[in-house]
Antibody, heavy 121, light 106 residues
Framework: QVQLVESGGGVVQPGRSLRLSCAASGFTFNTYALHWVRQAPGKGLEWVAV????????YYADSVKGRFTISRDNSKNTLYLQMTSLRPEDTAVYYC??????????????WGKGTTVIVSS | DIQMTQSPSTLSASVGDRVSITCRASQSISSWLAWYQQKPGKAPKLLIHKASSLESGVPSRFSGSGSGTEFTLTISSLQPDDFATYYC????????FGQGTKVEIK
């Protein structure tokens, strides 16, 4: 069964850091690009970042560029999102999602259930 | 940056209705468009990719059309399970979602 499971969310003070993880199973992890997408409370979906299958290519939304880092460990079938200098506007449910067909310029065909990040003092 | 605009923002309809949602891109995205369905508290679900390709397992009452800058998601006969929020997403240049269309019970 193809599955993505996020973890690492929680409540954090503004300016602090947090690392999210996304554990994958049921597919050949090292052949797919992976994304992070977030959704603020009551709002729409916002694309955050993507990483190629081999971890070489990474792209970020302007809203997180320079603060967030996407990475992956293909030996552990795990995707990460390191978030630093967190702001209240980063409060959201964070989803990891798989790129349809593997290439990163594609739709997102498998999604995790999400992990919630709350940035508040 | 490519902006995606959906209309309407909210759609009230009854079971059995044919409904359509429009998504417009700020510049041409060829056919690099996907549609997702999201229910409250759940992750989005891919319905259609490449503007008109139905994802495996998605009911055939869902269809997508369009290219360039204007796209449509159509549900031919609305079912109780279809009341949800729908998002378009372009992946021609980076990735951008529309603001969403909520389909509610009339």
């Amino acid at each position: 069964q193809v599955q993505l499971v996020e973890s690492g969310g929680g409540v954090v003070q503004p300016g602090r850091s947090l690392r999210l993880s996304c554990a994958a199973s049921g597919f050949t992890f090292n052949t797919y690009a992976l994304h992070w997408v977030r959704q603020a409370p009551g709002k729409g979906l916002e694309w955050v970042a993507v990483i190629s299958y081999d971890g070489i290519n990474k792209y970020y939304a302007d809203s997180v560029k320079g603060r967030f880092t996407i990475s992956r460990d293909n030996s552990k079938n795990t995707l990460y999102l390191q978030m630093t200098s967190l702001r209240p506007e980063d409060t959201a449910v964070y989803y990891c999602a798989r790129a349809h067909g593997g290439g990163y310029l594609s739709a997102l065909d498998v999604w995790g259930k999400g992990t919630t990040v709350i940035v508040s003092s | 940056d490519i902006q995606m605009t959906q209309s309407p923002s909210t759609l009230s309809a009854s079971v059995g209705d044919r409904v359509s949602i429009t998504c417009r891109a700020s510049q041409s995205i060829s056919s690099w468009l996907a549609w997702y369905q999201q229910k409250p508290g759940k992750a989005p679900k891919l319905l259609i990719h490449k503007a008109s390709s139905l994802e495996s397992g998605v009911p055939s009452r869902f269809s997508g059309s369009g290219s360039g800058t204007e796209f449509t998601l159509t549900i031919s006969s609305l079912q109780p399970d279809d009341f949800a929020t729908y998002y378009c997403q372009q992946y021609n240049s980076y990735w951008t979602f529309g603001q969403g269309t909520k389909v509610e019970i009339k």
